[in-house]
Structure formats: structure tokens, C-alpha cells
């Protein structure tokens, strides 16, 4: 599944809530979110406009590899 391109920081945040992802706190323009599903995780998402597409790719590998799903499982999810 293709990435979406025009997608924001803050968008991703409130989209990642779905998965147990709550915000804990934000320094400036960043924002930490964590969850306690299948351990504690936690990520740190920019909040820019659009995301840049590697940054936004990264961070889905980093939630799907915590989830033990494929990236396109957890676009699914999200999208």
C-alpha cells in the first residue's frame, strides 16, 4: 500500500490512537505517544505539515515492528 503524502504530524498522532497510543507529553514541535499494548512502546512524531515521507515511514516500521504486523497490515488499520 502507498503512503499517503499529505499527512501531518498531528493527524498521525490522533490516527495512532486507535492502536492504544496516548500522548504523555510535548516538547515544542514533537509530540511523545505511548501505549501499554503488547508492552510499553513509546514514539516521538513530529509535528510538522506534511510529515516528511521518511520520517512518516519510519515511524510506521517502528509501530509495526512492535505489533509484530507488516507495515500494510498496520496502514490498513490506520487508513
Given at each position: ?6 499527512i ?31 508492552g510499553?512502546?513509546?514514539?516521538t ?35
Amino acid at each position: 500500500m502507498k503512503l499517503p503524502r499529505d499527512i501531518s504530524g498531528l493527524e498521525l498522532a490522533n490516527k495512532l490512537t486507535v492502536l492504544g497510543y496516548d500522548v504523555t507529553r510535548q516538547n515544542g514541535s514533537h509530540i511523545r505517544l505511548t501505549t501499554l499494548r503488547n508492552g510499553e512502546h513509546h514514539i516521538t512524531v513530529p509535528q510538522h505539515v506534511p510529515l516528511k515521507v521518511g520520517t512518516f515511514s519510519a515511524i510506521l516500521n517502528d509501530v509495526a515492528k512492535h505489533f509484530s504486523i507488516s507495515r500494510d497490515e498496520l496502514l490498513q488499520q490506520l487508513f
